[in-house]
């Protein structure tokens, strides 16, 4: 999301502030400290004029698989 902000030429503050967002809460997302809600999510996607499953694309390329 960080990169996707910045390419928007958003710095953080202000693409919470586009949001409705708090920048705390902005800072602790990018950083992989608090999960977000789907509602959040939603939120953030249409804050960046995209869909949410483009905000979610690849998400999960970086994770290891965990075995049963």
Known sequence: MRE???KQGFSQEAFADHCGLH???MSLIERGKR???L???L???Q???ISLSE???DVD???AKRPR
Request: glycine share 12%; net charge positive.
């Open 4 to 6: 996707l902000r910045a």
């Open 47 to 49: 804050g960046f004029g």
């Open 55 to 57: 905000l979610l694309k």
């Open 23 to 25: 920048r705390t809460a």
């Open 61 to 63: 390329k970086g994770s």
């Open 43 to 45: 939120t953030l996607s």
């Open 35 to 37: 999960v977000p809600s």
């Open 39 to 41: 509602r959040t999510l």
